[in-house]
């Protein structure tokens, strides 16, 4: 039997151990759950998970389904925000073990299960709406209003209605130069004060 010179065995080695850091999970499931969510927030929040997107492709590399899962913390944030909700708690367990805490160097060599639990808490509405000054004729979306639920698309939608109504009288340079923010989550009400 013939016997490897010491690079060649250190060849196959370090093709051997790039095989394992890139080995396929043997296992693969994934869920969300939503305590508390409608229907369609659930639904929302499903089509916003990349690990669920991730798994729904087949057998992916444990890299991979680590990344998604520590994305999935921001995605499903921003969602919740877009939705009205900013109480909310999210947490997505790699076979048992909070995801955000597994440091990147030391992913596991092999992934069974992963978790994803969004408690979303109350949908906030506005208790202010703000935006100063407006151009004559500037038409805010009537979403943006006292009383109203309060998602963040439509704070960017109204900031954006206000920058075009300068910009549209001839203000080319016109852009959004304040923005205050608060957040009551004892009363789930959202105060929004902007500036143009």
Same mark, same amino acid.
């Given at each position: 039997?013939?016997?490897?010179?010491?690079?060649?065995?250190?060849?196959?080695?370090?093709?051997?151990?790039?095989?394992? @850091?890139?080995?396929?999970?043997?296992?693969?499931?994934?869920?969300?759950?939503?305590?508390?969510?409608?229907?369609?927030?659930?639904?929302?929040?499903?089509?916003?998970?990349?690990?669920?997107?991730?798994?729904?492709?087949?057998? @992916?590399? @444990?890299?991979?389904?680590?990344?998604?899962?520590?994305?999935?913390?921001?995605?499903?944030?921003?969602?919740?925000?877009?939705? &009205?909700?900013?109480?909310?708690?999210?947490?997505?367990? @790699?076979?048992?073990?909070?995801?955000?805490?597994?440091?990147?160097?030391?992913?596991?060599?092999?992934? &069974?299960?992963?978790?994803?639990?969004?408690?979303? &808490?109350?949908?906030?509405?506005?208790?202010?709406?703000?935006?100063?000054?407006?151009?004559?004729?500037?038409?805010?979306?009537?979403?943006?209003?006292? &009383?109203?639920?309060?998602?963040?698309?439509?704070?960017?939608?109204?900031?954006?209605?206000?920058?075009?109504?300068?910009?549209?009288?001839?203000?080319?340079?016109?852009?959004?130069?304040?923005?205050?923010?608060?957040?009551?989550?004892?009363?789930?009400?959202?105060?929004?004060?902007?500036?143009?």
């Amino acid at each position: 039997m013939a016997r490897l010179s010491r690079p060649a065995r250190r060849a196959v080695c370090a093709v051997f151990a790039a095989f394992l @850091v890139v080995a396929p999970v043997s296992s693969q499931e994934a869920a969300l759950t939503a305590p508390g969510a409608s229907e369609d927030l659930t639904e929302i929040l499903r089509a916003a998970s990349l690990v669920l997107s991730t798994l729904g492709e087949g057998q @992916v590399p @444990v890299t991979d389904v680590m990344a998604a899962a520590r994305a999935d913390y921001g995605r499903l944030l921003g969602r919740l925000y877009a939705e &009205g909700h900013y109480s909310g708690v999210i947490t997505i367990k @790699v076979d048992g073990r909070e995801a955000a805490t597994i440091p990147v160097l030391e992913d596991p060599t092999r992934i &069974g299960r992963v978790d994803i639990t969004v408690q979303p &808490g109350p949908q906030f509405r506005f208790s202010r709406a703000e935006i100063t000054p407006l151009a004559p004729g500037t038409e805010l979306p009537p979403e943006f209003a006292v &009383g109203e639920p309060a998602p963040s698309d439509v704070i960017a939608d109204a900031v954006g209605a206000a920058v075009d109504g300068w910009r549209d009288i001839g203000h080319a340079k016109a852009e959004a130069s304040g923005q205050d923010i608060t957040a009551n989550h004892a009363a789930a009400l959202l105060s929004a004060r902007d500036q143009v």
